[in-house]
């Protein structure tokens, strides 16, 4: 059974850095085709990717959010973190993360953590 | 600004077949497979349709995609209550070298 579950704060300020952690479980990381991805969605707004990592440590980043933007995995803690530096109210946001599937042509995400919403706000 | 545009809204009647696309380019659904994430207010989005018209175990054959050139389709039959939720259609975009949701479209069952 895959279950993912992030964490980190509720809040914080502008300009600060963001540090969210993805634990997750029936699964490794180190499994050929396995990724992990972020994805968050503002109040009211659509999805928006952000980020993926691999198995192989390949890394993906959104092209918008490319410089703030780190992720890395820890294989032996079943997690991964994305750090988002320099935060803004506009990314006040529902973050994700989500396991997937990397096949020919593409990756899907099957299996999704509940979400942590992250105000900035001074 | 979404690379993948959805219709924002579509509706039905219980029973009915309600049709949502998803329109991109040659660099995202032309060249990559497509998903389907459905997202039931207040919850986490759902894996609905992987690779253009693969149905994960679990999600009922009412369910079905496709995939033709630069657009992809979601197709619910027999529409019912509980299928009234937010439809994101997703993709690689080889140009932009990023994962892309399109745009969502809400569907209510009237």
């Known amino acids: 059974q895959i279950t993912l579950r992030e964490s980190g704060p509720t809040l914080v300020k502008p300009t600060q850095t963001l540090t969210l952690t993805c634990s997750f479980s029936?699964?490794?990381?180190?499994?050929?085709?396995?990724?992990v991805g972020w994805i968050r969605q503002p109040p009211g707004k659509a999805l928006e990717w952000l980020a993926v990592?691999?198995?192989?440590?390949?890394?993906r980043f959104s092209p918008s959010l490319k410089t703030r933007l780190t992720i890395t995995k820890d294989t032996s803690k079943n997690q991964v973190v994305l750090t988002m530096t320099n935060m803004d109210p506009v990314d006040t946001a529902t973050y994700y993360c989500?396991?997937?599937?990397?096949?020919?042509?593409?990756?899907?995400?099957?299996?999704w953590g509940q979400g942590t919403l992250v105000t900035v706000s001074s | 600004q979404s690379v993948l545009t959805q219709p924002p809204s579509a509706s039905g009647t219980p029973g009915q077949r309600v049709t949502i696309s998803c329109s991109g380019s040659?660099?995202?659904?032309?060249?990559?497979?497509v998903n389907w994430y459905q997202q039931l207010p207040r919850t986490a989005p759902k894996l609905l349709i992987y690779?253009?018209?693969q149905r994960p175990s679990g999600v009922p054959d009412r369910f079905s995609g496709s995939k033709s050139g630069t657009s992809a389709s979601l197709a619910i039959s027999g529409l019912q209550s509980e299928d009234e939720a937010d439809y994101y259609c997703?993709?690689?975009?080889?140009?932009?070298?990023?994962?892309?949701f399109g745009t969502g479209t809400k569907v209510t069952v009237l």
């Open positions: 989500a396991h997937g599937d990397y096949i020919n042509y593409g990756v899907y995400f099957d299996y």
């Open positions: 029936g699964f490794s990381l180190s499994t050929s085709g396995v990724g």
């Open positions: 990592i691999y198995w192989d440590d390949d890394e």
């Open positions: 040659s660099s995202n659904i032309g060249s990559n497979i």
């Open positions: 690779s253009n018209n």
């Open positions: 997703a993709t690689w975009d080889d140009s932009l070298n990023a994962h892309v």
